[in-house]
């Protein structure tokens, strides 16, 4: 049995260059730290969701205090337009179409990347 050597086995030579050329050029450093740090945008889904949250506890509160049949028609349309905008936030968050500038302070370091 061969001795397992401690060392990887280098790549071939035209399998990297094939690699390399369908990879693409790596990024610039400012697009790896502006597509890294999605707190932006995490704060904003956490605030949508809090003022959301607030607002259909406003609601039944204000149901509560009517104290009638017809005020929980209220508190589902609240109820019902707070869950769609909220949908709504997370789509728009997800489709990458919100850029959400961050304090000078907060920016992330560009990660250094490591070539095989």
Known sequence: MPPIS????????????????????PPAADAVAQTDDDSGRLMMLLGVFTIAMLAVVLALLVAAA??????????????????????AAVVFVFSGSLQVPMPRGRRSRPTPRISP
Request: charged residues 15%; aromatic residues 12%.
């Open 66 to 87: 009517i104290d009638t049949w017809w005020a929980l028609t209220l508190l589902m349309v609240v109820h019902f337009a707070m869950t769609a905008v909220s949908f």
């Open 6 to 25: 401690a060392h990887p086995v280098p790549p071939v030579a035209g399998y990297e260059r094939r690699r390399r050329s369908a990879l693409g050029p």
